[in-house]
């Protein structure tokens, strides 16, 4: 890994210099636009509407418009601000871990001492583990003040961007005021199919799907030279929609057949782990009323 930035953690006299890493990467299939008719590919330049140049990216600035006036911004005028100078992560305060919202999550970095001595990281690290807690940090990275939540991963810090909070979005939707009545053997039957899924969490069991399938579709198209069809790849559809056909369940009889096909399926896992149950020849489920 290459570092991004570097900086250091302070909080009262204490100063501790880190390394920033990225620590999530993109594993997607990256696709680009071609012309259909010869493969081409297509792109976008970079025209200035008032003398219709083409502008090098050395001559474009950023700029702020407010419908009647435009205002320039160079890189020296953003590098003037006090913010994009810092190169602190400055603790502003120390937290429960518990009372952070997931959903302010944005982005996550390890931090890497960097120091001869790394005795203040590990330190930090252990304060953390000890009192259960997570710093809020304040920060600027990539010309836009942060606002962070430090905590600790296994033996490394991590360090999160949070959104500001009027970034978050109030979820206010007229359906979720509307009264609605759950019978306790409804309520019963639906923890029963939460229990038939329980499990611990193995992230390492899922994969991307999509992203296997289409990158067996493209080294199919490179081994046949490029003259494979969808049909071919993935075998012929099925004729019609049968997704919106089919009697109407009531919710009792939905959770119930839900709660069987799952203890059905664990008990044919437990019997041959190692076969792979055969398609489902069953007609297309029932829709739920809701």
């Not at 700029?63 to 602190?88: F, H, M, N, Q, W």
């Not at 500001?164 to 009264?179: G, N, S, Y």
């Not at 437990?270 to 076969?275: C, F, L, M, R």
Request: overall charge negative; proline content about 4%; some cysteine.
């Amino acid at each position: 890994m290459r570092s991004i930035w570097t900086g250091a953690i302070t909080f009262g006299l204490v100063n501790v210099p880190v390394k920033v890493y990225s620590a999530t990467e993109d594993h997607d299939i990256h696709l680009h636009q071609v012309h259909d008719k010869d493969g081409g590919r297509i792109k976008y330049q970079r025209r200035c509407e008032i003398c219709g140049r083409i502008v090098d990216y050395e001559h474009i600035d950023k700029a702020y418009d407010d419908g009647d006036r435009t205002v320039i911004l160079t890189d020296k005028d953003l590098a003037s601000l006090p913010e994009e100078r810092s190169r602190e992560i400055e603790v502003v305060e120390f937290v429960p871990n518990d009372q952070l919202d997931p959903i302010m999550f944005d982005r996550s970095y390890f931090l890497e001492p960097d120091s001869k001595s790394p005795k203040a990281y590990a330190l930090l690290r252990r304060t953390l583990e000890e009192t259960d807690r997570t710093a809020i940090v304040h920060f600027a990275l990539r010309q836009k003040t942060r606002l962070g939540a430090l905590r600790v991963r296994g033996d490394v810090l991590m360090l999160q961007s949070l959104l500001w909070d009027d970034e978050v979005r109030i979820a206010k939707f007229p359906a979720l005021d509307e009264r609605v009545r759950i019978s306790p053997a409804e309520l019963k039957m639906s923890e029963q199919l939460v229990d038939s899924f329980a499990t611990d969490f193995s992230p390492e069991k899922f994969k991307d799907d999509y992203q296997v399938e289409l990158r067996e579709l493209i080294e199919a198209k490179l081994k046949r030279g490029d003259a494979v069809s969808t049909d071919e790849t993935f075998g012929e559809q099925p004729e019609g929609d049968n997704s919106g056909g089919g009697e109407v369940l009531d919710l009792m009889e939905a959770l119930r057949r839900s709660v069987e096909n799952s203890r059905s399926k664990k008990s044919t896992s437990k019997k041959s782990p190692a076969t792979k149950p055969a398609a489902s020849k069953e007609p297309a489920k029932k829709k739920v009323a809701s």
